[in-house]
């Protein structure tokens, strides 16, 4: 591989790429000083110049980048190893981006990297309903990340007190609420709801999930806090595993083997658990197991071809905390992590990766994101209404939701 360093010495070199006025000569230094790097400065440790990844920067937009490197045959560590080299190696040079690991390509011999302006929010701030509707079975959670609810169901979100947690299950939850499924045309030419989401939710807390629960109106039997007089906690979870059954039946009617729930028209059906862990400490030891059992049950479902999903949440990330052991956990395929943790939290929640500590301020929705698709845990900031009384506004905006797909099935069960 031949290579030119015109512009460049040995052991010196510059750049600044936010006084630049051409964004794409911005992106092609990027380019080169990645190249540089992993030559000259051998960020990766290569002992054979073959080796030397080839590298692609393409430009997004204004702010974003993605860079791909070709990986000669499997590289995991390094493939970990290079964001922070990377990042690294641009600190000082290229003022404030920094590289964030990005995803695996499907022939796993591209790994992609989002080169991003950390002096840049990629925060959402939505400030209409509209602004949370998803598009297909996509739930964003900032400008960089967003899931494939269909193919990634179950999501545990941890952390400290007034670290983001319900937040970021409201906006979840909306998303959730608002993936109504449309075919055919009405007599207007508009597209026809044809199944709305179906929302079930146990609140140990009794606090302001249950308390939305209850302004809505979700049928009682729907939902409970586990109270003496209300539905128990297993009917509950029972009442979700026939939905499951009813739509894993009509699955199995569908000759292909790639088919799942949301690809053949079901709408979502949702599960939320808040403060699940310590609740289940309250209830008798055989109802716990039950509890426990069917949770596995339906996290398991839900991986397999079911859109929809558990979303739990609990202020420890252990399996005291959120009621799970670590092979239940597995079942979830999303993990949020917010506000302070203790290390054993985050290896209990991310395992086989050494976070740092941040001093993520309380009430700031910061947190880190692990899943399937991604190859390490990232860093992102949770979205936030941009209204006054936002937490408010979030929660008048599901309660409307929900009681628009209750009319919508209603009426759908009538015709
Ligand atoms: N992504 C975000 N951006 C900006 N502010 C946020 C964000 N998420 C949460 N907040 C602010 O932090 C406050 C606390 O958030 P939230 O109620 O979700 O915390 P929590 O983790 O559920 O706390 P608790 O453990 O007490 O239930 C919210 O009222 C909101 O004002
Ligand atoms: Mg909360």
């Known amino acids: 591989m031949r290579r030119r360093y015109d512009d460049s010495s040995w052991g010196q070199f510059f750049f600044d790429v936010r006084g630049l006025p051409s964004f794409f000569g911005k992106f092609r230094r990027l380019q080169r000083l ?38 000669v045959d499997d590289k995991t ?89 319900s937040i970021e299950a409201l906006n979840i939850l909306l998303q959730f609420m608002l993936m109504r499924r449309r075919s055919g045309k009405d007599s207007k030419g508009e597209s026809k709801v044809v199944e709305a989401p179906l929302l079930y939710g146990v609140d140990f807390k009794r606090g302001e999930m249950a308390k939305l629960f209850a302004s809505s109106d979700l049928p009682r039997e729907n939902w409970t806090t586990g109270a003496p007089g209300e539905p128990n906690v297993s009917y509950v979870l029972d009442l979700v595993i026939e939905q499951h059954e009813k739509r894993q039946a009509e699955l199995s009617n569908v000759k292909s083997i790639t088919a799942n729930s949301w690809k053949i028209g079901h709408a979502p059906v949702v599960l939320i658990l808040e403060e699940f862990g310590s609740g289940l400490a309250t209830l008798p030891k055989k109802e716990a197991e039950d509890v426990v059992r069917k949770v596995k049950l339906l996290a398991m479902q839900g991986r397999s071809s079911l859109s929809g999903g558990i979303i739990l949440i609990s202020q420890q990330a252990s399996a005291q905390g959120t009621g ?39 009430n700031s929705g910061w947190g880190y994101l692990f899943n399937d698709a991604l190859n390490v845990p990232v860093e992102y900031r949770g979205m936030f209404p941009n209204r006054p009384n936002a937490d408010e506004w979030l929660g008048q905006a599901i309660i409307k939701a929900i009681n628009k797909n209750i009319a919508i099935n209603a009426k759908l069960a009538k015709e």
């Open 77 to 165: 560590d390094v493939m970990l190893k290079l964001a922070p080299a990377i990042s690294a190696a641009f600190r000082g040079r290229v003022g404030a981006w920094v590289a964030r690991p990005g995803y695996v390509s499907d022939d796993e011999n591209w790994v992609r990297y989002e080169l991003v302006d950390s002096s840049h929010s990629y925060q959402l701030r939505p400030e209409k309903l509209a602004d949370y509707r998803p598009h297909g079975d996509e739930i964003k959670l900032d400008q960089m990340h967003s899931v494939h609810a269909s193919s990634n169901s179950g999501w545990i979100i941890a952390g400290s007190t007034g670290s983001g947690k």
């Open 34 to 71: 990645v190249d540089w790097s992993l030559a000259h400065e051998n960020i990766l440790h290569l002992k054979n110049w073959d080796e030397l990844p080839r590298v692609v920067v393409d430009k997004v937009d204004d702010f974003n980048a993605v860079l791909s490197l070709s990986i």
């Open 324 to 362: 799970l052991t670590t092979d239940i956990l597995q079942q979830f395929s999303n993990k949020i992590g917010k506000g302070r943790m203790r290390p054993q939290e985050r290896q209990y929640l991310m395992p086989g990766f050494e976070l740092s500590e941040k001093a993520w301020p309380k």
